[in-house]
């Protein structure tokens, strides 16, 4: 019911508040796969959300919670996968990838944290881990304007969103040599795209 109405809703916020654009670019394929975004905000994870249409579980860090209860009960309402920073994250491996398994997506943001511009911040590997691992495609989403309507200040700002669906990058192995070039492959389009 949650995934219903936030669906529903958000595109239509979305298109009013922030003049947000979707450009479907090559569109998603049939589940499951992996979304990788780049992160400015808290909006972010719901606008991938609705730009994909359907449920997704989102990795987030666990230090997430307890600083905002609305954020909290957000958190909690769509079944994220909390991540505790500095530790191996076993059981939300074992989450994510069940759920890939079932046919679902799993979105992550690569960067780890909201950041003012990308690459500010190196890389994490755990969404083409993922996606090699459980033999799926990882789909790059671009997402350009959130950090002015509200950035890591958490202070709202009128301005225009966009996101771009781009490639669906399909892992060539299995191993690290694998995960490392369906990272590069990502790092370079989103580079491509936002900058």
Known sequence: M????????????????????IKPGSGFPPPPFVIAANHHSFLDPPLVGAAYGRRVLFVTLA???????????????????????GKVPLGAVRRALAHLGEGGVVAVFPEGRRVV?????????????????AKVPLVAVAITGTDQVLGIDNRWRRGRVTLVIGPTLHPDGTGRDAVDDLMRQWTDWITETIL
């Open 63 to 85: 230090d997430l919670f307890g600083n905002y209860r609305l954020l909290d009960w957000a958190l909690h309402l769509f079944e994220v996968i909390r991540v505790r920073r």
């Open 117 to 133: 511009r990308f690459g500010d911040y190196p890389v994490q590997r755990g969404a083409a881990w993922l996606a090699v691992r």
């Open 2 to 21: 949650a995934w219903r109405v936030a669906l529903f809703g958000i595109p239509k916020v979305a298109r009013v508040a922030w003049r947000t654009r």
